[in-house]
């Protein structure tokens, strides 16, 4: 099956996934859904050695399972790539110590924001092979696992924003004007909390 990215107002996006058995984590059908979620991942791209994400979580593309794709190579300027499926995933351990940084998201169209997390973490979870993995990550990809757990949990980082002027409203090709030199920490063009909720399809 095809998968596509979910619009924002999908409701899949507000309800917590389902854990999947250790028992079916290689069975036929999990392993189509992870193959679903890589062919999006990568475009539907034969070659698989550059994702067009660094996260991505089963719920944006119609899956309710709790499932997530993390780039563990990723940095904040680029590098190599790093694709790795990790299965139930759970945070088991978070640094005091918070870092605030841009996020942007498939599932939240052209709103963006500055989101404060924690800067380091220790995870559990099971491989697409079964076997149960914890690793500790920080930086940029602890920011990507936190950000594609909260989606497992219904949530998208604009719920993490507290303050109206950290939220963003930032067009495509603005992306690296916002990105470059923490242009973010002083964007002009402002989101409202309502103009979100709209978006999401909460409120008319």
Not at 80 to 98: D, M
Not at 168 to 193: I, L, T
Request: proline share 4%; glycine share 6%; hydrophobic share 35%.
């Amino acid at each position: 099956m095809k998968r596509t990215l979910a619009a924002p107002n999908d409701p899949l996006l507000q309800k917590v996934s389902q854990e999947i058995p250790i028992e079916s984590i290689t069975q036929p059908e999990t392993q189509e859904l992870i193959e679903e979620m890589l062919d999006v991942a990568y475009d539907n791209r034969i070659d698989r050695t550059k994702p067009t994400v660094v996260g991505l979580a089963a719920p944006q593309v119609g899956i309710s399972k709790q499932i997530i794709l993390v780039d563990i190579g990723a940095s904040k300027r680029g590098g190599l790539s790093n694709l790795q499926v990790y299965i139930n995933p759970k945070i088991t351990w978070q640094s005091e110590e918070q870092d605030e940084w841009c996020e942007g998201c498939w599932s939240t169209s052209r709103v963006a924001g500055a989101v404060s997390r924690a800067s380091r973490i220790k995870l559990e979870a099971y491989t697409r092979e079964g076997k149960k993995v914890i690793e500790e990550h920080e930086g940029y990809v602890a920011r990507i696992f936190q950000h594609e757990l909260d989606h497992l949990q219904g949530q998208e980082f604009i719920s993490r924003i507290a303050d109206p002027e950290k939220l963003h409203w930032v067009e495509k090709e603005e992306w690296v004007e916002y990105k470059a030199n923490e242009g973010w920490r002083d964007w002009p063009k402002k989101c409202s909390r309502e103009k979100w909720e709209k978006i999401k399809g909460t409120t008319q």
